[in-house]
């Protein structure tokens, strides 16, 4: 059984920043692929970053620049340093971890941005 298990969310104004967290619990042998996804109410969930076991990085083109993915592959957790906030960057922020052939996704953590 594989949980995940995110933090960091909250209400912050235009401008500002939030680093959330994302920490993979249970019987893991190995993570490949990581990353974070956001449903906007009223929208589809929709990719913001992922990160492969080795770094490699992939951008959403509307938060590039200004949102950063990383991951402590020991402590199996994965992060995403949000700067520069916008309004329209409000939503459920979720998880995602690949592990074998599974995904995995966390429960989301609201971000609400106010102009």
């Known amino acids: 059984q594989v949980q995940l298990v995110e933090s960091g969310g909250g209400l912050v104004q235009a401008g500002g920043s939030l680093r959330l967290s994302c920490a993979a619990s249970?019987?893991?042998?190995?993570?490949?692929?990581m990353g974070w996804y956001r449903q906007a109410p009223g929208k589809q969930r929709e990719l913001v970053a992922t990160?492969?076991?080795?770094?490699?990085?992939n951008y959403a083109d509307s938060v590039k620049g200004r949102f950063t993915i990383s991951r402590d592959n020991a402590k199996n957790t994965v992060y995403l340093q949000m700067n520069s906030l916008k309004p329209e960057d409000t939503g459920v922020y979720s998880c995602?971890?690949?592990?074998?052939?599974?995904?995995?996704w966390g429960q989301g953590t609201q971000v609400t941005v106010s102009s």
């Open positions: 995602n971890a690949i592990i074998l052939v599974t995904n995995y």
């Open positions: 249970g019987t893991i042998f190995s993570i490949g692929s």
């Open positions: 990160i492969t076991r080795s770094g490699s990085t």
